[in-house]
Each structure stands twice: as C-alpha cells, then as structure tokens.
C-alpha cells in the first residue's frame, strides 16, 4: 500500500501507530484544499484502475483455473 500511496499521490505514508504524523497529515489536507482534492481525484482514479469488481473477478478466476490446471497436471504426472 505504501508504494501505490506515494507513487500515485493519493494521501501520505505514516508509521504504525505514529500519532503525531498522521495528525501532521491531516493538518496538510486541512490547510490545502487543492492538494486534498488532487489526492481524492487521484484516489478515485487509482481505485477505479485497480479495484473495479470485474477487472478483479475476471483476472482472479484466471488465476484459480491456472492453480487448478497446474495441480491437476502435477497429480495425473505422478
């Protein structure tokens, strides 16, 4: 998550548990309302990329078919 965060500027990293960064955090989306709205445009695009429903469905029923394929070759070859 991190990197998809930074690299497509949709909000800010902070350590876990690190209070105090992400009350500097949201004291910068606070104070700016033009980088708060380029970072939510951003995050509707990125989630819109790469969690919409069917993109994911369909790329993960491929996956399970290939596992399935794969394990079902290993058994009938031993």
């Not at 700016?32 to 919409?52: P, T």
Request: glycine share 4%.
């Amino acid at each position: 998550m991190r990197e998809i965060i930074e690299t497509q500027h949709i909000g800010f990293y902070y350590p876990p548990n690190d209070v105090d960064t992400l009350v500097d955090c949201i004291r910068k989306l606070y104070r700016d309302a033009a980088l708060y709205k380029r970072m939510s445009e951003n995050a509707r695009k990125v989630f819109g990329q790469i969690c919409d429903a069917d993109k994911i469905y369909d790329e993960y029923a491929r996956h399970v078919e290939m596992v399935a394929n794969d394990y079902k070759h290993r058994i009938e070859g031993v």
